[in-house]
Nanobody, 121 residues
């Protein structure tokens, strides 16, 4: 069983920064892609960013380009979030899949439990 463990969420003022981390635990796991999604209260889970493990190609939702950066180091994926806005408030989820990747939640087999990010105005 593969588990993804997220960390790094918290409360930050608008304009501040946070860095989220996600690492797999349990059995050995090689991802094809890892991604970050987020879900605000009353809203659907939405794509934030993804990284293709081999080669490091990245893809972002347009609204986050220039503010968020996804990266990887060994088995850990990071999401650096700068210039945070109140509308970034959500539970952020890490996702991974061994064979595919994309912008839709159903493309990922493994998920973390989520980490809360709250941006105050």
């Amino acid at each position: 069983q593969v588990q993804l463990v997220e960390s790094g969420g918290g409360l930050v003022q608008a304009g501040g920064s946070l860095r989220l981390s996600c690492a797999p635990s349990g059995r050995t796991f090689t991802a094809y892609a890892m991604a970050w999604f987020r879900q605000a209260p009353g809203k659907e889970r939405e794509f934030v960013a993804l990284i293709i493990w081999s080669g490091g190609s990245t893809y972002y939702v347009d609204s986050n380009k220039g503010r968020f950066t996804i990266s990887r180091d060994n088995a850990t994926v990071y999401l650096q979030m700068n210039s945070l806005k109140p509308e970034d408030t959500a539970v952020y989820y890490c996702a991974a899949d061994p064979v595919r990747g994309g912008t839709k939640p159903e493309m990922y087999n493994y998920w973390g439990q989520g980490t809360q990010v709250t941006v105050s105005s």
